[in-house]
């Protein structure tokens, strides 16, 4: 079984950082693809950023491109989210996901694992 656990969420202000923290708990972590999903009210899950274990593939959404930085720590296994630079419309709450596959994909429904969520606020 594959648990994962989301951290770091909080309120920044505009053009502030944050850094959110997954913890991978289960066996086969580096069989998975992992990534981070956020979700605002009255919208859909939409893709973030994406990473395989080894750090050697990164993946991110043209609206986070320059800003967000993603990367894993195997000895932890730990995904981390750098947010820097944060916009006053990406509150929402950030889930991270695991696809069992080394390919990072951005659909939602392709994801085996989600994590409970963390959220994140940013004011104006």
């Known amino acids: 079984q594959v648990q994962l656990a989301e951290s770091g969420g909080g309120q920044v202000q505009a053009g502030g950082s944050l850094k959110l923290s997954c913890a991978f708990s289960?066996?086969?972590?580096?069989?998975?693809?992992m990534s981070w999903f956020r979700q605002s009210p009255g919208k859909e899950r939409e893709f973030v950023a994406g990473i395989t274990w080894d750090g050697g593939r990164t993946y991110y959404a043209d609206s986070v491109k320059g800003r967000f930085t993603i990367s894993t720590d195997t000895a932890t296994m730990t995904v981390t989210l750098q947010m820097d630079n944060l916009r006053p419309e990406e509150t929402a709450v950030y889930y991270c996901?695991?696809?069992?596959?080394?390919?990072?994909?951005?659909?939602?429904?392709?994801?085996?694992?989600w994590g409970q969520g963390t959220k994140v606020t940013v004011s104006t």
């Open positions: 289960g066996p086969s972590f580096i069989s998975y693809g």
């Open positions: 996901a695991a696809l069992y596959s080394k390919v990072v994909v951005n659909g939602v429904d392709e994801y085996d694992s």
